[in-house]
């Protein structure tokens, strides 16, 4: 999300976008409009726990994020820290689509 608002801003500087494992959004979308619904519930859930705004990274976000019980879990549980819903809830701006008009554009999940 965070490049294609960066294309709208810069689309002149810009010769390639990469995306990699990203939302990629129309202009006043955000990621909660494309999450499904269970990942929208849990993530408000976490919010709402956090006093509204911040949520606390908990094993069931692991769970969502497909890892399983190995070192790599055990890598990242180590290094998660609170982070905002915003992240998740504030739509991007890209009114121009300037992202869409780059001559190449790459995407990989």
């Given at each position: 999300m965070?490049i294609?608002?960066?294309?709208?801003?810069?689309r002149?500087?810009i010769?390639?976008?990469?995306?990699?494992?990203?939302?990629?959004?129309?202009h006043?979308?955000s990621?909660?409009d494309i999450l499904?619904?269970?990942?929208?519930?849990a993530?408000r859930?976490?919010a709402e726990e956090g006093g509204g705004?911040?949520?606390q990274?908990?094993d069931?976000?692991l769970?969502?994020?497909?890892?399983?019980?190995d070192?790599?879990?055990?890598?990242?549980?180590k290094?998660?820290a609170?982070f905002?819903?915003?992240?998740?809830?504030?739509?991007v701006?890209?009114r121009?689509?300037?992202?869409?008009?780059l001559p190449?554009?790459?995407?990989?999940?």
């Amino acid at each position: 999300m965070i490049i294609t608002g960066v294309a709208e801003r810069a689309r002149d500087r810009i010769a390639h976008l990469v995306y990699v494992d990203a939302f990629v959004l129309e202009h006043g979308r955000s990621a909660l409009d494309i999450l499904p619904e269970s990942t929208r519930n849990a993530f408000r859930k976490l919010a709402e726990e956090g006093g509204g705004l911040r949520m606390q990274p908990n094993d069931h976000l692991l769970d969502l994020w497909g890892l399983e019980e190995d070192s790599a879990r055990a890598f990242i549980q180590k290094r998660l820290a609170d982070f905002t819903i915003r992240c998740f809830s504030q739509p991007v701006e890209a009114r121009s689509h300037a992202a869409h008009k780059l001559p190449v554009r790459t995407s990989r999940a």
